[in-house]
């Protein structure tokens, strides 16, 4: 979703604020959900890590999270995905 034109899409069904959920994958390592979690603390005081749900690959190589957050504005959103997706720990956000 790193082209802006995904952006504009989605900023025409979407009605803000809005509860988003966000699936981010990446590596199973100790530190992943705590990691992502601080990330998007950042931007989101109010993000409660509580929240976040959590799945192993069939492997248990990689860790899926779920993180729903509160967004006020297109801005935001692209702001928090675009910085979400450069972490290097990051594999994929959908």
């Known amino acids: 979703m790193s082209d802006p034109s995904a ?4 900023e025409q069904l979407l009605e803000f604020p809005v509860d988003f959920p966000l699936k981010i994958m990446g590596r199973r390592v100790d530190h992943f959900a705590q990691t992502i979690s ?3 603390r950042s931007h989101m005081p109010e993000f409660d890590p509580a929240t976040i749900e959590l799945r192993s690959s069939t492997k248990g190589t990689y860790l899926s999270l779920t993180v729903t957050v509160r967004v006020n504005s297109r801005q935001q959103l692209e702001t928090l995905y675009n910085e979400i997706s450069a972490h290097p720990l990051v ?3 959908l």
């Open 91 to 93: 594999r994929i956000v």
């Open 38 to 40: 601080d990330l998007v």
């Open 7 to 10: 952006f504009d899409r989605l």
